[in-house]
């Protein structure tokens, strides 16, 4: 009998079930307060009820877990100080959807050498989440592979869905199940209809298939996530941040009966994928959030300890604070960029 199954399949490597991991590397009911109380902000500042404005900045994605951690004990001294007008929480990125081929994140691999160790990447992940939840300083992560939420979305206050599969169906019905508000950035090409009908579909109830917590196949039955927010990041068709394009963001999201506040992402496309652009981004977006335009809700910066990216070769010879995927601006230039915000926001507090 010819063999008809499992033909391209070289082996089957069986996983710590999500609740056998969380008793390994557990959180206590202050570091959930933490978060809950995070989760809540940000949906006050999405419903239009905390004029904070929410930023979004760290790595590109986290390969090496002291860097992560120094740039985010960095992040919480400037979040003390920034507290009363910006709510930044640190982009804690760990998958990595890929175009054609590349490191998929520390989960995928984590000794950065494809042997894709994902046992061992599911605890360095949580272990890094737990660090950052300690110092009370929310986190934000891409959600890419259905059953990863299982494992650590308990200790995530925002997740987004990116331009590569906001399209998908797997990843809206996901949304519809996650516990804390979600942005849907638009699609590669800059259209923004992918991203509206994700929202729209995430906010519906599904059935789906998925894992327990136990790690055992179930049907997976959601309530719907009403949290949901539109990212505007640029595409193909060019960056989409000017007066011209939120103004047409909103106006599409009034048509669709849902909430007309979103995020920019200064980087990406709206950068031109040059990260020395962001700076310019933010600064003309934080302008027109000054100047009125309070549809605009928060902001992301990709940032890192130093400078620039640089290629995987030999992960022993890599610079320590430096992405391995895209560009990222660097520590200084990133405080001097909130830090100036903070005072301008000062402005606009006043005229409230």
Not at 11 to 28: Q, R, W
Not at 54 to 64: A, Q
Not at 281 to 304: C, F, K, P
């Amino acid at each position: 009998m010819p063999e008809t199954q499992d033909l391209h399949v070289r082996d089957t490597v069986p996983l710590v079930s999500p609740n056998d991991l969380k008793t390994e590397l557990p959180a206590s009911e202050k570091l959930y307060d933490g978060v809950d109380t995070a989760r809540a902000s940000i949906k006050q500042i999405l419903a239009g009820e905390d004029r904070r404005l929410i930023v979004v900045v760290g790595p590109c994605s986290i390969h090496n877990r002291e860097s992560g951690l120094e740039y985010a004990r960095r992040l919480k001294k400037l979040s003390d100080e920034v507290a009363d007008r910006m709510l930044l929480v640190m982009r804690v990125y760990f998958e990595k959807p890929r175009t054609t081929v590349g490191w998929k994140g520390l989960i995928n691999d984590p000794h950065l050498n494809d042997t894709f160790d994902i046992g061992l990447g599911l605890r360095r992940a949580r272990e890094i989440l737990l660090e950052i939840a300690k110092l009370g300083l929310p986190a934000a992560t891409e959600m890419l592979e259905p059953i990863t939420p299982q494992y650590i979305a308990d200790l995530v206050s925002l997740a987004s869905i990116g331009a590569r599969t906001t399209e998908s169906p797997t990843h809206r019905q996901m949304a519809s199940g996650l516990s804390m508000p979600v942005g849907y950035k638009n699609g590669t090409d800059g259209d923004l209809d992918v991203a509206i009908n994700a929202m729209r579909a995430a906010r519906a109830e599904h059935s789906f298939l998925g894992i327990d917590a136990e790690g055992k196949t179930c049907i997976v039955q959601t309530t719907g996530n009403p949290d949901g927010h539109l990212i505007l990041r640029g595409g193909r068709s060019g960056p989409n941040y000017s007066a011209k394009h939120l103004q047409d963001a909103t106006e599409r999201l009034a048509a669709a009966n849902l909430p007309s506040r979103f995020m920019v992402d200064c980087s990406h496309a709206n950068s031109n994928k040059d990260y020395r652009k962001q700076g310019d981004v933010w600064r003309d977006v934080l302008a027109q959030r000054i100047g009125g335009n309070d549809t605009v809700i928060g902001m992301m910066l990709e940032s890192n300890l130093h400078a620039g990216n640089q290629k995987l070769n030999d992960p022993a010879k890599l610079e320590y604070g430096v992405s391995i995927t895209d560009g990222c601006i660097g520590w200084d230039e990133t405080a001097d960029i909130i830090t100036a915000a903070y005072e301008e926001l000062a402005t606009e507090t006043a005229n409230v």
